[in-house]
């Protein structure tokens, strides 16, 4: 099942986005979801995971203490709050089932995140 992550969009430096996916028609997965994102000419990396309650989150350190996932099941949406945008932050964000850090299933369209310095 592909996730679609919407939200994306152009901002200066310092400033914040919060991306948006929404994982309908499940009332409960054995997986969590993340985002990952893949900046032009670079390997698509790891940022963040949740588990379905909500419970336990994991992120990868180098967006710790800046970004942030959260997840309203009520609204089936996870979020990834970005705070304190750099110039290297701009890449194309892809939310996903997530198994620990790993991948699971295939990729949505992503978006475009594009920070300006």
């Known amino acids: 099942v592909q996730l679609q992550a919407y939200g994306g969009g152009l901002v200066q430096a310092g400033g914040s986005l919060r991306l948006s996916c929404e994982v309908s028609?499940?009332?409960?997965?054995?997986?969590?979801q993340g985002w990952f994102r893949q900046a032009p000419g670079k390997e698509r990396e790891f940022l963040a995971t949740?588990?379905?309650?909500?419970?336990?989150?994991y992120l990868a350190d180098s967006v710790r203490g800046r970004f942030t996932i959260s997840r309203d099941n009520a609204k089936n949406t996870v979020y990834l709050q970005m705070n304190g945008l750099k110039p290297e932050d701009t890449a194309v964000y892809y939310c996903?089932?997530?198994?620990?850090?790993?991948?699971?299933?295939?990729w949505g369209q992503g978006t475009l995140v594009t920070v300006s310095s």
């Open positions: 028609g499940r009332t409960f997965s054995p997986y969590g």
């Open positions: 949740i588990t379905w309650s909500g419970d336990r989150t």
């Open positions: 996903v089932d997530t198994l620990g850090i790993s991948p699971v299933g295939s």
